[in-house]
Protein backbone atom coordinates (compact mmCIF):
# COMPACT_ATOMS: atom_id res chain seq x y z
CA UNK A 1 0.00 0.00 0.00
CA UNK A 2 1.51 2.89 -1.02
CA UNK A 3 0.90 5.49 1.13
CA UNK A 4 -0.81 3.57 3.93
CA UNK A 5 -0.02 3.46 7.77
CA UNK A 6 2.84 6.09 7.86
CA UNK A 7 4.34 4.84 5.06
CA UNK A 8 4.98 8.36 3.14
CA UNK A 9 5.63 8.47 -0.63
CA UNK A 10 8.97 7.18 0.90
CA UNK A 11 7.80 4.30 1.18
CA UNK A 12 11.17 2.82 -0.27
CA UNK A 13 13.10 5.06 2.11
CA UNK A 14 11.24 3.35 5.17
CA UNK A 15 12.99 0.35 3.87
CA UNK A 16 16.49 1.67 3.76
CA UNK A 17 15.44 3.78 7.51
CA UNK A 18 13.18 0.45 8.79
CA UNK A 19 13.54 -2.69 7.87
CA UNK A 20 14.26 -4.88 8.81
CA UNK A 21 13.06 -7.80 8.64
CA UNK A 22 10.28 -9.87 9.76
CA UNK A 23 11.72 -14.27 13.44
CA UNK A 24 10.73 -15.36 16.45
CA UNK A 25 8.97 -12.40 16.69
CA UNK A 26 9.95 -12.17 13.03
CA UNK A 27 6.34 -12.10 13.38
CA UNK A 28 4.21 -8.74 15.00
CA UNK A 29 5.62 -5.77 13.68
CA UNK A 30 9.00 -7.48 13.06
CA UNK A 31 10.42 -5.42 10.66
CA UNK A 32 10.36 -1.77 13.03
CA UNK A 33 13.67 -1.94 14.38
CA UNK A 34 16.42 0.25 12.91
CA UNK A 35 19.38 -2.10 12.09
CA UNK A 36 22.64 -1.07 13.64
CA UNK A 37 24.46 1.93 11.32
CA UNK A 38 21.67 3.60 10.23
CA UNK A 39 20.67 5.84 13.03
CA UNK A 40 22.79 9.13 12.96
CA UNK A 41 26.45 8.96 15.43
CA UNK A 42 26.07 11.01 18.87
CA UNK A 43 25.68 10.15 22.31
CA UNK A 44 23.47 7.19 22.39
CA UNK A 45 23.67 7.18 26.26
CA UNK A 46 21.73 10.04 26.50
CA UNK A 47 17.77 9.91 26.54
CA UNK A 48 16.90 12.22 24.25
CA UNK A 49 17.53 11.37 20.25
CA UNK A 50 20.31 11.65 18.12
CA UNK A 51 20.85 14.81 16.65
CA UNK A 52 19.04 17.19 19.16
CA UNK A 53 19.59 18.76 22.49
CA UNK A 54 17.37 21.59 24.25
CA UNK A 55 14.01 21.27 24.12
CA UNK A 56 12.04 23.62 22.22
CA UNK A 57 8.21 23.26 23.25
CA UNK A 58 6.18 21.45 21.12
CA UNK A 59 6.67 23.05 17.48
CA UNK A 60 5.95 19.57 15.39
CA UNK A 61 2.17 18.78 15.10
CA UNK A 62 2.46 14.60 13.48
CA UNK A 63 -1.27 14.08 12.21
CA UNK A 64 -2.47 10.36 10.91
CA UNK A 65 -4.55 11.21 7.99
CA UNK A 66 -7.00 8.54 6.87
CA UNK A 67 -8.66 8.11 3.42
CA UNK A 68 -12.11 9.97 4.42
CA UNK A 69 -9.56 12.43 4.94
CA UNK A 70 -10.36 15.77 6.92
CA UNK A 71 -13.56 14.45 8.18
CA UNK A 72 -12.26 11.79 9.83
CA UNK A 73 -9.69 13.92 12.63
CA UNK A 74 -10.47 15.03 15.76
CA UNK A 75 -11.08 18.61 16.31
CA UNK A 76 -7.23 18.60 17.50
CA UNK A 77 -5.60 17.20 14.85
CA UNK A 78 -7.88 19.74 12.31
CA UNK A 79 -6.29 22.51 14.61
CA UNK A 80 -2.47 21.51 14.24
CA UNK A 81 -3.41 21.33 10.83
CA UNK A 82 -5.08 25.17 10.18
CA UNK A 83 -2.61 26.55 12.69
CA UNK A 84 0.66 25.35 10.93
CA UNK A 85 2.60 27.54 9.45
CA UNK A 86 4.54 24.77 7.28
CA UNK A 87 2.73 21.42 6.34
CA UNK A 88 4.30 18.71 5.23
CA UNK A 89 3.29 15.58 3.33
CA UNK A 90 2.62 13.30 0.52
CA UNK A 91 0.92 14.97 -2.88
CA UNK A 92 -1.94 12.55 -1.78
CA UNK A 93 -1.78 13.58 2.01
CA UNK A 94 -2.37 17.33 1.21
CA UNK A 95 -4.79 16.84 -0.64
CA UNK A 96 -7.44 14.71 1.57
CA UNK A 97 -6.36 17.96 4.17
CA UNK A 98 -7.84 20.25 1.73
CA UNK A 99 -8.39 23.48 3.07
CA UNK A 100 -7.76 22.66 6.74
CA UNK A 101 -3.71 23.98 5.23
CA UNK A 102 -3.44 26.93 5.43
CA UNK A 103 -0.08 27.45 6.34
CA UNK A 104 2.92 26.65 3.41
CA UNK A 105 2.51 23.34 2.01
CA UNK A 106 5.84 21.39 0.79
CA UNK A 107 5.64 18.04 -0.93
CA UNK A 108 8.08 15.09 0.27
CA UNK A 109 11.13 15.31 -2.24
CA UNK A 110 12.58 12.41 -3.93
CA UNK A 111 14.41 11.33 -2.87
CA UNK A 112 13.04 11.69 0.37
CA UNK A 113 14.64 13.43 3.69
CA UNK A 114 13.55 14.62 6.29
CA UNK A 115 15.67 18.19 6.26
CA UNK A 116 13.54 20.23 5.66
CA UNK A 117 11.29 19.74 8.64
CA UNK A 118 14.30 19.47 10.75
CA UNK A 119 15.71 22.89 9.92
CA UNK A 120 11.86 24.54 10.51
CA UNK A 121 12.53 23.54 14.39
CA UNK A 122 11.25 26.06 16.66
CA UNK A 123 8.77 27.05 14.03
CA UNK A 124 5.06 26.00 13.47
CA UNK A 125 5.18 22.42 11.51
CA UNK A 126 3.02 19.93 10.50
CA UNK A 127 3.43 16.84 9.45
CA UNK A 128 0.90 14.80 7.80
CA UNK A 129 1.24 10.68 8.03
CA UNK A 130 -1.27 7.79 6.94
CA UNK A 131 -2.84 6.11 9.27
CA UNK A 132 -0.85 5.56 12.64
CA UNK A 133 2.51 7.73 12.13
CA UNK A 134 4.48 5.45 14.03
CA UNK A 135 3.43 2.02 12.75
CA UNK A 136 6.04 1.79 9.72
CA UNK A 137 5.55 5.53 9.53
CA UNK A 138 7.44 9.31 9.23
CA UNK A 139 6.52 9.46 13.15
CA UNK A 140 8.97 6.86 13.66
CA UNK A 141 12.18 8.50 11.78
CA UNK A 142 11.12 11.84 13.21
CA UNK A 143 11.05 10.24 16.88
CA UNK A 144 15.31 9.72 16.33
CA UNK A 145 16.22 13.36 15.60
CA UNK A 146 13.02 14.87 17.44
CA UNK A 147 12.44 14.75 21.46
CA UNK A 148 8.83 13.25 22.27
CA UNK A 149 8.45 16.55 24.38
CA UNK A 150 8.61 18.46 21.10
CA UNK A 151 6.19 16.86 19.07
CA UNK A 152 2.33 16.35 19.55
CA UNK A 153 0.85 13.20 17.72
CA UNK A 154 -2.62 12.57 16.24
CA UNK A 155 -2.55 9.45 14.85
CA UNK A 156 -5.21 8.06 13.00
CA UNK A 157 -6.40 4.47 12.74
CA UNK A 158 -3.77 1.65 10.69
CA UNK A 159 -4.00 0.08 7.51
CA UNK A 160 -3.81 -2.86 9.39
CA UNK A 161 -6.38 -1.74 12.26
CA UNK A 162 -8.89 -1.01 9.29
CA UNK A 163 -8.06 -4.47 7.39
CA UNK A 164 -8.50 -6.30 11.12
CA UNK A 165 -12.01 -4.35 11.71
CA UNK A 166 -13.32 -5.75 8.16
CA UNK A 167 -12.40 -8.77 8.67
CA UNK A 168 -13.27 -9.47 12.17
CA UNK A 169 -9.61 -10.45 13.01
CA UNK A 170 -8.21 -10.08 16.81
CA UNK A 171 -5.12 -7.86 15.50
CA UNK A 172 -3.11 -9.01 18.24
CA UNK A 173 -2.95 -12.56 16.38
CA UNK A 174 -2.12 -11.85 13.02
CA UNK A 175 1.62 -11.17 11.75
CA UNK A 176 2.21 -8.05 11.07
CA UNK A 177 4.23 -7.22 7.76
CA UNK A 178 5.02 -4.68 5.34
CA UNK A 179 6.31 -5.54 1.95
CA UNK A 180 6.56 -1.81 0.96
CA UNK A 181 9.80 -1.49 -0.75
CA UNK A 182 11.06 -4.75 0.33
CA UNK A 183 11.55 -7.99 -1.47
CA UNK A 184 8.66 -10.76 -1.26
CA UNK A 185 11.00 -12.79 0.40
CA UNK A 186 10.91 -11.72 3.40
CA UNK A 187 7.23 -12.99 3.47
CA UNK A 188 8.72 -16.79 3.47
CA UNK A 189 9.40 -16.73 7.12
CA UNK A 190 5.72 -16.25 7.65
CA UNK A 191 4.11 -18.76 5.88
CA UNK A 192 3.05 -21.34 8.83
CA UNK A 193 -0.23 -23.54 8.05
CA UNK A 194 -2.82 -21.61 9.85
CA UNK A 195 -1.24 -18.05 10.18
CA UNK A 196 -3.02 -15.25 9.50
CA UNK A 197 -1.08 -12.06 8.23
CA UNK A 198 -1.61 -8.80 7.10
CA UNK A 199 0.64 -7.24 4.34
CA UNK A 200 1.40 -4.01 3.30
CA UNK A 201 2.51 -3.77 -0.72
CA UNK A 202 3.80 -1.23 -2.72
CA UNK A 203 1.54 -1.30 -5.32
CA UNK A 204 -1.49 -2.50 -7.70
CA UNK A 205 0.62 -5.82 -8.67
CA UNK A 206 1.46 -6.45 -4.84
CA UNK A 207 -1.29 -8.92 -4.58
CA UNK A 208 -1.30 -11.05 -7.54
CA UNK A 209 2.70 -11.16 -6.52
CA UNK A 210 1.97 -12.34 -2.95
CA UNK A 211 -0.78 -14.82 -4.72
CA UNK A 212 2.22 -16.31 -7.20
CA UNK A 213 5.02 -16.04 -4.43
CA UNK A 214 3.01 -18.77 -1.80
CA UNK A 215 1.74 -20.42 -4.69
CA UNK A 216 5.29 -21.61 -5.97
CA UNK A 217 5.76 -22.47 -1.85
CA UNK A 218 2.81 -24.99 -2.17
CA UNK A 219 0.25 -22.69 -0.01
CA UNK A 220 -1.97 -22.13 -3.25
CA UNK A 221 -4.96 -22.75 -1.71
CA UNK A 222 -4.87 -20.15 1.08
CA UNK A 223 -7.29 -17.62 1.37
CA UNK A 224 -6.30 -13.93 -0.39
CA UNK A 225 -8.18 -11.13 0.44
CA UNK A 226 -7.61 -7.71 -1.18
CA UNK A 227 -8.74 -4.58 0.49
CA UNK A 228 -8.67 -1.52 -1.04
CA UNK A 229 -8.84 2.01 -0.33
CA UNK A 230 -9.79 1.36 3.47
CA UNK A 231 -11.34 3.64 5.17
CA UNK A 232 -12.39 5.89 1.88
CA UNK A 233 -15.24 6.09 -0.13
CA UNK A 234 -13.93 3.79 -2.82
CA UNK A 235 -12.90 1.23 -0.52
CA UNK A 236 -13.48 -2.33 -1.87
CA UNK A 237 -13.00 -5.85 -0.36
CA UNK A 238 -12.53 -8.89 -2.02
CA UNK A 239 -10.85 -12.19 -2.14
CA UNK A 240 -9.58 -15.16 -3.93
CA UNK A 241 -7.54 -18.70 -3.31
CA UNK A 242 -4.15 -17.42 -3.86
CA UNK A 243 -3.52 -20.17 -6.66
CA UNK A 244 -6.88 -19.06 -8.62
CA UNK A 245 -6.25 -15.25 -8.48
CA UNK A 246 -7.35 -13.59 -11.28
CA UNK A 247 -8.27 -9.57 -10.55
CA UNK A 248 -6.95 -7.19 -12.48
CA UNK A 249 -8.51 -4.01 -11.99
CA UNK A 250 -6.55 -3.68 -8.12
CA UNK A 251 -6.45 -0.04 -6.56
CA UNK A 252 -2.58 0.87 -6.06
CA UNK A 253 -3.40 1.66 -2.40
CA UNK A 254 -4.20 -2.13 -1.29
CA UNK A 255 -3.91 -4.16 1.70
CA UNK A 256 -3.63 -8.00 1.39
CA UNK A 257 -4.75 -10.24 4.64
CA UNK A 258 -4.26 -13.70 4.48
CA UNK A 259 -5.33 -17.34 5.79
CA UNK A 260 -2.45 -19.85 5.32
CA UNK A 261 -3.58 -23.39 4.05
CA UNK A 262 0.04 -25.07 3.35
CA UNK A 263 -0.36 -28.48 1.26
CA UNK A 264 1.32 -30.79 2.43
CA UNK A 265 4.26 -31.20 0.81
CA UNK A 266 4.81 -27.49 1.25
CA UNK A 267 8.61 -26.14 2.09
CA UNK A 268 7.32 -24.23 5.59
CA UNK A 269 10.48 -22.80 7.39
CA UNK A 270 10.63 -24.70 11.36
CA UNK A 271 10.63 -22.29 13.97
CA UNK A 272 13.61 -23.95 15.80
CA UNK A 273 16.84 -24.47 14.77
CA UNK A 274 18.60 -26.66 12.61
CA UNK A 275 17.11 -26.33 8.92
CA UNK A 276 17.93 -29.38 6.91
CA UNK A 277 20.79 -29.14 4.96
CA UNK A 278 18.82 -29.19 1.69
CA UNK A 279 16.86 -26.11 2.16
CA UNK A 280 20.31 -25.20 1.45
CA UNK A 281 22.59 -24.62 -2.05
CA UNK A 282 25.79 -25.71 -1.18
CA UNK A 283 28.72 -27.58 -2.32
CA UNK A 284 29.43 -29.73 0.58
CA UNK A 285 31.17 -26.75 2.74
CA UNK A 286 27.83 -26.33 4.97
CA UNK A 287 27.74 -26.51 9.04
CA UNK A 288 25.58 -29.73 9.41
CA UNK A 289 21.83 -29.39 10.63
CA UNK A 290 22.79 -30.83 14.48
CA UNK A 291 25.72 -29.07 14.74
CA UNK A 292 24.30 -25.81 13.22
CA UNK A 293 21.59 -26.05 15.72
CA UNK A 294 24.44 -26.54 18.83
CA UNK A 295 26.10 -24.02 17.52
CA UNK A 296 23.34 -21.28 16.91
CA UNK A 297 22.77 -22.13 21.28
CA UNK A 298 26.45 -21.15 21.38
CA UNK A 299 26.11 -17.36 19.88
CA UNK A 300 23.10 -17.39 21.72
CA UNK A 301 21.46 -14.55 19.70
CA UNK A 302 20.23 -11.66 21.56
CA UNK A 303 18.12 -8.40 20.20
CA UNK A 304 20.00 -5.87 18.07
CA UNK A 305 23.16 -8.33 17.99
CA UNK A 306 25.30 -8.03 14.69
CA UNK A 307 26.81 -11.25 13.88
CA UNK A 308 30.03 -11.63 11.76
CA UNK A 309 29.89 -15.22 10.12
CA UNK A 310 33.40 -15.60 9.13
CA UNK A 311 34.13 -18.22 6.09
CA UNK A 312 30.83 -18.86 5.65
CA UNK A 313 30.52 -21.47 3.28
CA UNK A 314 26.71 -21.52 2.35
CA UNK A 315 25.89 -18.71 5.04
CA UNK A 316 23.74 -21.34 6.61
CA UNK A 317 24.81 -20.46 10.50
CA UNK A 318 24.06 -15.93 8.90
CA UNK A 319 21.10 -17.10 7.14
CA UNK A 320 19.73 -18.93 10.91
CA UNK A 321 20.54 -16.36 13.10
CA UNK A 322 18.71 -13.81 10.93
CA UNK A 323 15.29 -16.30 10.97
CA UNK A 324 15.98 -15.91 15.17
CA UNK A 325 14.68 -12.40 15.25
CA UNK A 326 13.51 -9.48 12.78
CA UNK A 327 15.97 -6.96 14.81
CA UNK A 328 19.41 -9.36 14.01
CA UNK A 329 21.67 -7.76 11.49
CA UNK A 330 24.41 -10.30 9.80
CA UNK A 331 27.20 -10.11 7.91
CA UNK A 332 28.69 -13.13 5.98
CA UNK A 333 32.54 -13.84 5.08
CA UNK A 334 33.32 -15.63 1.89
CA UNK A 335 36.86 -15.91 0.31
CA UNK A 336 35.33 -17.72 -2.72
CA UNK A 337 33.06 -15.60 -5.26
CA UNK A 338 30.92 -18.72 -6.10
CA UNK A 339 30.14 -19.72 -2.63
CA UNK A 340 29.59 -15.66 -1.90
CA UNK A 341 27.10 -15.64 -4.60
CA UNK A 342 25.62 -19.01 -3.28
CA UNK A 343 25.06 -17.19 -0.18
CA UNK A 344 23.23 -14.38 -1.83
CA UNK A 345 20.68 -17.24 -3.06
CA UNK A 346 20.15 -18.81 -0.01
CA UNK A 347 19.44 -15.86 1.80
CA UNK A 348 16.84 -14.96 -0.56
CA UNK A 349 15.15 -18.05 -0.78
CA UNK A 350 15.37 -18.51 2.98
CA UNK A 351 13.38 -15.19 3.64
CA UNK A 352 16.46 -12.72 4.57
CA UNK A 353 17.30 -11.39 1.81
CA UNK A 354 19.35 -8.15 3.84
CA UNK A 355 21.96 -10.52 4.96
CA UNK A 356 25.32 -8.43 3.82
CA UNK A 357 27.77 -10.72 2.24
CA UNK A 358 31.14 -9.38 1.72
CA UNK A 359 33.35 -11.46 -0.72
CA UNK A 360 36.71 -11.59 0.18
CA UNK A 361 38.87 -13.24 2.01
CA UNK A 362 39.74 -12.61 5.83
CA UNK A 363 41.31 -11.15 6.85
CA UNK A 364 41.91 -8.40 4.97
CA UNK A 365 37.58 -8.19 4.10
CA UNK A 366 37.51 -7.40 7.66
CA UNK A 367 38.60 -4.16 7.41
CA UNK A 368 36.25 -1.45 7.94
CA UNK A 369 33.18 -3.58 8.78
CA UNK A 370 30.77 -2.36 11.50
CA UNK A 371 32.17 -4.28 14.88
CA UNK A 372 30.07 -7.33 15.76
CA UNK A 373 28.60 -8.07 18.83
CA UNK A 374 28.89 -11.79 17.79
CA UNK A 375 31.31 -13.99 15.77
CA UNK A 376 30.98 -17.17 14.38
CA UNK A 377 34.46 -18.41 12.42
CA UNK A 378 33.73 -21.32 10.95
CA UNK A 379 36.33 -21.80 8.42
CA UNK A 380 39.52 -19.72 8.34
CA UNK A 381 40.27 -19.56 12.14
CA UNK A 382 43.99 -21.37 11.61
CA UNK A 383 45.14 -18.60 8.82
CA UNK A 384 47.60 -16.56 9.95
CA UNK A 385 46.23 -13.32 10.86
CA UNK A 386 42.18 -14.25 11.18
CA UNK A 387 41.77 -15.43 14.65
CA UNK A 388 43.51 -12.54 15.84
CA UNK A 389 41.94 -9.83 14.15
CA UNK A 390 38.63 -11.28 14.68
CA UNK A 391 39.05 -11.08 18.40
CA UNK A 392 40.47 -7.59 18.45
CA UNK A 393 36.97 -6.52 16.12
CA UNK A 394 34.55 -8.26 18.62
CA UNK A 395 32.66 -5.57 21.22
CA UNK A 396 33.76 -6.09 24.59
CA UNK A 397 31.55 -8.36 25.96
CA UNK A 398 30.95 -9.68 23.04
CA UNK A 399 30.88 -13.52 22.25
CA UNK A 400 32.63 -15.60 19.75
CA UNK A 401 32.11 -19.29 18.86
CA UNK A 402 34.80 -21.37 16.52
CA UNK A 403 34.48 -24.62 15.92
CA UNK A 404 36.88 -27.13 13.88
CA UNK A 405 37.34 -29.62 11.88
CA UNK A 406 41.20 -30.32 11.11
CA UNK A 407 43.77 -30.94 13.73
CA UNK A 408 45.59 -27.35 12.67
CA UNK A 409 42.10 -25.54 13.55
CA UNK A 410 41.56 -27.36 17.36
CA UNK A 411 45.27 -26.37 18.09
CA UNK A 412 44.49 -22.79 17.38
CA UNK A 413 41.54 -23.23 19.56
CA UNK A 414 43.44 -25.26 22.61
CA UNK A 415 45.82 -22.44 22.59
CA UNK A 416 42.89 -19.68 22.71
CA UNK A 417 41.58 -21.48 25.50
CA UNK A 418 44.65 -21.92 27.54
CA UNK A 419 45.39 -18.32 27.02
CA UNK A 420 42.13 -16.78 27.60
CA UNK A 421 39.49 -19.06 29.04
CA UNK A 422 36.26 -19.81 27.62
CA UNK A 423 34.20 -23.32 27.06
CA UNK A 424 35.81 -25.93 25.32
CA UNK A 425 32.86 -28.73 23.73
CA UNK A 426 33.43 -31.89 21.84
CA UNK A 427 30.50 -32.59 19.51
CA UNK A 428 30.35 -36.21 18.19
CA UNK A 429 27.97 -37.41 15.72
CA UNK A 430 26.68 -41.00 14.15
CA UNK A 431 24.49 -41.79 11.54
CA UNK A 432 22.68 -44.62 11.13
CA UNK A 433 23.39 -46.64 7.41
CA UNK A 434 22.59 -50.19 6.22
CA UNK A 435 25.08 -52.45 6.80
CA UNK A 436 24.80 -55.55 4.30
CA UNK A 437 21.16 -55.72 5.42
CA UNK A 438 20.99 -54.58 8.39
CA UNK A 439 21.79 -50.92 10.10
CA UNK A 440 24.78 -49.53 11.47
CA UNK A 441 26.44 -46.64 13.06
CA UNK A 442 28.94 -44.12 10.81
CA UNK A 443 30.37 -41.49 12.87
CA UNK A 444 31.03 -38.12 11.26
CA UNK A 445 34.00 -36.32 11.81
CA UNK A 446 34.01 -34.68 15.89
CA UNK A 447 33.82 -31.17 16.13
CA UNK A 448 35.73 -29.28 18.58
CA UNK A 449 34.15 -26.14 19.36
CA UNK A 450 35.61 -23.00 22.07
CA UNK A 451 32.73 -20.68 23.23
CA UNK A 452 34.10 -17.43 24.82
CA UNK A 453 33.20 -14.09 25.81
CA UNK A 454 35.29 -11.55 25.50
CA UNK A 455 35.71 -9.37 29.28
CA UNK A 456 34.37 -5.81 29.69
CA UNK A 457 37.06 -3.24 29.72
CA UNK A 458 38.36 -3.78 33.40
CA UNK A 459 37.27 -7.22 34.05
CA UNK A 460 39.19 -10.28 33.80
CA UNK A 461 39.17 -12.94 30.92
CA UNK A 462 36.31 -15.60 31.43
CA UNK A 463 37.63 -18.52 33.16
CA UNK A 464 40.77 -16.75 34.42
CA UNK A 465 41.39 -15.49 38.12
CA UNK A 466 42.19 -11.16 37.96
CA UNK A 467 45.92 -10.90 38.19
CA UNK A 468 47.52 -11.50 41.49
CA UNK A 469 44.62 -14.20 42.22
CA UNK A 470 44.56 -17.73 42.54
CA UNK A 471 47.14 -20.08 41.67
CA UNK A 472 49.64 -19.41 44.53
CA UNK A 473 50.19 -19.35 48.10
Known amino acids: MAETAGVETEGSVMADILPTAPV ?22 SSSPVGISAPAGRWLSIVGIGEDGADGLCPAARAAI ?4 IVFGGARHLALAGDLVTGEAQVWPSPFSLAGVLAARGR ?44 GWALQEADLVSLHGRPLARLRPFLQDGARLILLTSDEDGPRQVADFITALGCGASRL ?5 LGGPSERVREARADAFAFTDVAALNVVALEVVAGA ?31 LSSLAPRRGE ?39 RNAGRLGVPHLKVVEGAAPGA ?34 LVANAVTLETEAVLLSAHARLGGDLVRIALARSVPVKGMTGWRPAMPVTQWRYGKPLEGKPPEGKPPEGEGGGT
Open 24 to 45: SDRRREGFAQAPRGLIPTGDES
Open 366 to 399: LAGLPPPDVIFLGGGASEPGVFEMALAALKPGGR
Open 124 to 167: NVCVLASGDPFLYGVGASLARHVPADEMSAFPAPSAFALAAARL
Open 265 to 295: DAPLLPLASGLPDDLFEHDGQITKREVRALT
Open 82 to 85: ASAE
Open 225 to 229: VVLEA
Open 306 to 344: LLWDIGAGAGSIAIEWLLAHPSLSAIAIEGHADRAARIA
